[in-house]
């Protein structure tokens, strides 16, 4: 290695760590690795005594979080230490002080935008996951055309749930991959961008979440809260609306544990100083009748232009009325309901979406021709057997039927088809005549279709009464 002022250069390799010293001459490289070597066991046994202290139930620290969370990204604490650490908390939980330390330190892993210059406040909407959900591509720009900013980084799909950046990016030509000068200057200029979670916002997250969702750790109430809301906080918003799923496509099946995870998001929140609402709705059925990016996309315009499904409409209007009033619009939510169908019926949202399709690159023609947008190979209607009145559709399994289909992702980095998925023709409650067709599967493998036949076979239940 070339020599000059300061020593010679030495690369130390261990345990698959690489390290470049700089060491002075009469020093061998045998010091520097001995001096590594040390300080890296000693980061090794911190880990395993905070490790041993959640496993057996106890409390982490706030620093104690914090040296994990750091060495998480600086490479120091590697990834089979983190997976224990991650079922620690699966199995026993953290309590608030815990919560609140995880999610600062996620937070401040990365860069905290800053929008504080623009004159208003800064409101986004988050969802905890669900089958057909495509309310972001309606609140977003009818919030935004009412005078709000609407900042949001949204996520990809993965399981049976969608992601809102798959549906944009069945639109031609959209571009979710915005830097975060663009982001700001197309929130400033618009008042509205829609993009992912890039590398520099909160990316001790994105690195936490690619092991939990490998070690059967998705499901933690604390994990999530210091998920959602480091993501949030970091993306620079004043308030955050919370629509927290229940029911067989959510994280939460039972209405208790929604409660729960509503209760901690409200409170991080709150311990963050944002505005902070809360909403739990129902997820035992898909919402609307469209699972799948390019049929969402066309659902989502459809709505925005007054003809969309009566429970995707009023979700939206819902959400969108406390995004109203959280971005200081109006003050009583009936008129904040009020405000946001005007937005929708006066054609303002929808003229809002068309803009931020066309400023993010998308063709923004997919509003009058929804031909632009992909198109499956083949179409196949799945029918009743037995005539009575349906009693369950059930949202988990229905996406993954369409999950089956390619529409969604077995593992994050899985390639996805935009053009397949399902329409449901009949929803919970809906009368039943003899060979009716329940769904129809847009598809383009003959091999994908079987086998989400297969599962389609287990989602739904008829029977005689209402």
């Known amino acids: 290695m070339p020599e000059n002022g300061l020593g010679k250069e030495s690369d130390i390799t261990l345990n698959s760590i690489s390290l470049q010293v700089r060491r002075k001459p009469g020093r061998s490289a045998g010091f520097f690795y001995a001096f590594f070597l040390i300080h890296h066991v000693r980061k090794l046994m911190q880990a395993v005594e905070i490790i041993r202290r959640k496993r057996d139930g106890l409390s982490n620290s706030s620093q104690e979080i914090r040296f994990l969370v750091s060495g998480a990204i600086q490479g120091h604490i590697p990834a089979y230490q983190l997976s224990a650490w991650l079922m620690a908390v699966f199995l026993h939980g953290m309590d608030e002080v815990e919560t609140t330390a995880l999610t600062e330190a996620l937070i401040h892993s990365g860069q905290v935008l800053d ?16 089958v057909g959900d495509k309310t972001s591509l309606v609140i977003a720009p009818l919030v935004a055309s009412a005078g709000v900013y609407v900042p949001m980084v949204s996520g990809r799909g993965l399981g049976h749930t969608g992601g809102t950046l798959d549906k944009l990016e069945s639109i031609p030509g959209f571009r979710t991959n915005l830097s975060l000068d663009e982001f700001r200057d197309t929130v400033s200029q618009y008042g509205l961008a829609l993009i992912g979670q890039t590398q520099e916002v909160a990316p001790a997250d994105r690195m936490l979440y690619a092991i939990r969702d490998v070690t059967a750790t998705v499901e933690s109430i604390p994990l999530i809260v210091a998920s959602i809301v480091s993501k949030k906080v970091a993306e620079g918003v004043d308030g955050l609306v919370l629509d927290v799923k229940t029911g067989h496509g959510a994280f939460m099946k039972r209405l208790s544990d929604s409660e729960r995870l509503a209760q901690a998001l409200v409170a991080t929140c709150r ?196």
Do not use: W
């Not at 005549?433 to 847009?442: F, K, M, N, T």
């Open 115 to 130: 929008f504080s210059r623009l004159p208003g406040v800064r409101v986004d909407k988050h969802s905890t996951g669900g």
């Open 271 to 466: 311990k963050m100083n944002k505005k902070v609402v809360a909403v739990i709705s129902d997820m035992s059925q898909p919402l609307g009748r469209m699972i799948g990016n390019a049929l969402e996309v066309r659902e989502a315009i459809d709505t925005l232009k007054g003809d969309g499904p009566e429970d995707l409409t009023y979700l939206c209007l819902e959400l969108s009325a406390h995004m109203l009033m959280m971005g200081k619009r109006i003050e009583d939510v009936e008129e904040a309901r009020s405000l946001a169908r005007k937005q929708l019926e006066s054609g303002a949202a929808l003229e809002k979406f068309q803009q931020l399709v066309e400023i993010q690159g998308g063709n923004p023609r997919v509003v009058e021709q929804d031909d632009l947008l992909p198109k499956s190979k083949a179409l196949f209607e799945y029918r009743a057997e037995l005539p009575g009145y349906l009693q369950e559709a059930r949202a988990g399994l229905l996406g993954q039927a369409a999950m089956r289909l390619g529409a969604g992702r077995e593992c994050i980095d899985s390639e996805i088809n935009h053009a397949v998925g399902l329409q449901l023709m009949k929803k919970i409650g809906d009368r039943i005549s003899p060979r009716e067709c329940l769904v129809r599967v847009y598809y383009d493998d003959e091999r994908r279709l079987k086998e989400a036949l297969e599962v389609l076979a287990q989602a739904y239940t008829i029977g005689e009464q209402e």
